[in-house]
């Protein structure tokens, strides 16, 4: 390649003075002595190119090879319907083609999500992948899309290049689909309380009309039918405290490109206003003050305590408006107001005629209804007076054997308490024996049912938990655990060990002995599966596609199973293991590959146009995609037609050698110089002559 180089001998500055002065002597020699002043002109014109020192530049250009990139569309939507395999035979049909063509430099691009990112990342892949590509490198970038892409620059300037872009969107026109929109949705609410979930059925291609079905918990607990389009209402009650999982789901439309959206799920967190506790301590004791302290120092509990302190029995005489103490409301606390309290406390309390036999069958109701029920026992329950003689006995886990064993011990966590929550991980019983203190006495009991997480003196049991239809019953079988709050022996875990008691009783679910709980951080999920048996079995995991797979649990702390398994695409995962049901988001809580399924030319047309680009469908309502021809087209022309797409090669090259040959300098601008002179001579003296 030839091309003209100048390299002047003098500022440019200085040359430019030197040519005006030359040009304005030849203009005054024109004038004073005729044409022949034209080649003393000619003569300086030569000189300042002298001085600008023009030199022929030879360039050894070999030219570079184009680059085309094919980014091909690996996000979730990508996979409904038949897009996956559409999606194949494209890019399989375009690797022949571009392989066919000479020299061009391929390169395959796959974009996603991306990780910790929402929505297909089509042209940040891009923007990396050819990071290394000179722009005027870029003969074109096919892509091949559904469409639904949500990083599309603004312009070309974001864009990055100018060469073509073709987009080949897979998916059919008269795509149908159906999903479920939250419009509104309350995170938290008062156990025992209606909240209201409002939301909405989306649909395209549908008939209209939806039916829709609530669960809470993998439990349905409502059906209804609305129409499509317009909002709805759903009062749902928050049975209890913590997590109340609300899954809404619309009945599927036949021939739909997905059933991930057909399901929402809000997670309700209940919240109790008070917990209300009744404590009945059937005379003063020791430990009548380490259970009211314990009740009192937690702000959330609403504390009603009574003590009996004259029994019935006693009659000294003493009239009765002289003495300082109140009736016992039995009929106000047993009767009309039991369903009131979470949780019932007997503390030591003996069979004293204080409550009537028809009381005793109220507590057992309220217990196999919901209510809960803690038996602290002490010598009494070992006498004829004892509870278990009452028709509370029905719902008791154990009855007492008449024995009283007094003798220094320490209390033991049983095997299967290593697998409860109530009892696992007690602060001191990582030691054998534990760390804590002795207590002195135990009541001797015989079990019917419930399990035994503490032993006491001679391995009898210590602490007995039961569950009664829909209630729970716990019973302590000693009245020295207020010997750890007053630090005998170095003391115990007093407060950890009944604060976790009254709250199982309560329902708490951190501490349920069956549970499945399920968290996603990033791509990672993690499943926790507590359960009092020695195997579970393997958890069923079910993707936002629908897909499913069962994963192995391992057994990391008595008790407690745990997995793990990396999520395949964003969404809405379902984890089951017998009766139990756990839901887990990766993602976002609505992620925007699922918020709008439908395959789509418009949104990349305008991006794709200014280019020179073009967008179409490969496929039509039936039959298999059909690819467009790719062919090389020049600068300047159209780069697509009705059944091709053209690609723009670059002209750029890599230069291999230069050769420089001086036009003003040397004998080549002497040989001018002095024929310019000798011409003006010679014409100077003719003129004379003449």
Do not use: C
């Amino acid at each position: 390649m030839l091309s003209l180089s100048f390299t002047p001998l003098l500022p440019l500055w200085a040359l430019a003075a030197l040519g005006v002065l030359a040009l304005a002597l030849a203009a005054l020699a024109v004038l004073s002595r005729g044409p022949v002043a034209i080649l003393r002109a000619l003569a300086l014109a030569l000189v300042l190119a002298a001085l600008a020192n023009p030199s022929l530049v030879r360039e050894e250009r070999e030219p570079i090879r184009s680059v085309v990139a094919v980014v091909t569309d690996r996000s979730a939507s990508q996979a409904l319907g038949d897009r996956k395999a559409m999606t194949e035979e494209v890019r399989a049909e375009m690797e022949r083609r571009l392989g066919a063509l000479p020299d061009l430099d391929i390169r395959f691009v796959e974009a996603g999500e991306g990780e910790g990112e929402d929505g297909t990342r089509l042209f940040t892949a891009l923007g990396r992948a050819l990071s290394d590509v000179p722009p005027d490198r870029l003969a074109g970038v096919v892509a091949i899309t559904d469409g639904v892409v949500h990083d599309i620059p603004a312009d070309l300037s974001g864009l990055g290049f100018r060469a073509p872009l073709h987009v080949l969107v897979t998916g059919r026109p008269s795509e149908r689909d159906r999903r479920i929109v939250l419009i509104e949705a309350p995170r938290f609410g008062i156990v025992g309380k209606d909240q209201t979930i409002r939301a909405e059925v989306s649909e395209r291609g549908g008939t209209g009309r939806a039916r829709v079905t609530v669960r809470r918990d993998g439990q349905p607990v409502l059906a209804r039918e609305v129409a499509t389009g317009t909002p709805f209402s759903l009062t749902i009650r928050v049975e209890h405290g913590g997590p109340n999982v609300i899954e809404i789901e619309a009945e599927a439309l036949p021939g739909e490109l997905t059933l991930a959206n057909n399901r929402a799920v809000v997670t309700m967190e209940g919240i109790r206003e008070k917990l209300r506790v009744l404590l009945v301590s059937g005379e003063p004791h020791p430990g009548e003050r380490t259970w009211r302290n314990l009740l009192k120092s937690d702000a959330n509990v609403d504390l009603v305590h009574f003590t009996i302190l004259r029994p019935p029995e006693k009659q000294d005489g003493t009239p009765i408006n002289e003495l300082s103490l109140i009736a016992f409301p039995t009929r106000e606390l047993f009767q009309q107001k039991i369903k009131e309290f979470d949780l019932i406390i007997f503390d030591r309390y003996a069979n004293q005629s204080v409550l009537p036999a028809t009381y005793f069958d109220n507590i057992a109701r309220y217990v196999r209804e919901g209510g809960a029920l803690l038996i602290a026992a002490g010598p009494e329950f070992a006498s004829p007076a004892s509870l278990a003689r009452t028709r509370l006995s029905s719902i008791l886990p154990g009855i007492p054997d008449g024995r009283v064993i007094e003798e220094p011990f320490r209390p033991r966590i049983t095997r299967e308490g290593e697998r409860h929550p109530v009892a696992r991980d007690l602060p001191g019983s990582e030691t054998d024996p534990p760390s804590w203190g002795g207590w002195l006495r135990v009541v001797g009991a015989q079990l019917r049912r419930g399990t035994s997480v503490m032993s006491g003196a001679q391995g009898q049991p210590l602490l007995v938990l039961a569950r009664e239809d829909k209630g729970r019953v716990a019973l302590l079988l000693s009245d020295h655990v207020w010997l750890w709050a007053r630090g005998y022996e170095d003391g115990g875990p007093h407060v950890d060990l009944l604060r976790r008691l009254a709250h199982w009783l309560m329902k708490e679910p951190a501490l349920e002995e069956e549970a499945l709980r399920a968290s996603a951080v990033g791509r990672e999920i993690a499943i926790e599966r507590q359960s009092m048996g020695p195997d579970p079995g393997p958890v069923a995991v079910v993707s936002p596609g629908g897909a499913r797979a069962s994963l192995p649990t391992k057994e990391e702390r008595p008790g407690l199973f745990r997995a793990r398994m990396r999520a395949g695409e964003l969404g809405l995962y379902t984890i089951r293991s017998g009766d139990l049901v756990a839901f887990t988001s990766v993602g976002p809580a609505n992620p925007l590959e699922l918020a709008d399924v439908f395959s789509d030319t418009e949104r990349l047309r305008p991006l794709a146009e200014a280019t020179g680009g073009s967008v179409r469908r490969v496929a039509g309502e039936t039959g298999g995609p059909a690819v467009p021809r790719v062919q090389l087209v020049r600068a300047g022309a159209r780069a697509a037609g009705a059944d091709w797409i053209g690609l723009r090669p670059s002209e750029a090259a890599v230069i291999r050698g230069v050769s420089v040959m001086p036009l003003g300098l040397g004998l080549l601008g002497l040989a001018g110089l002095l024929g310019a002179v000798l011409l003006a001579w010679v014409a100077e003296g003719r003129r004379r002559r003449a």
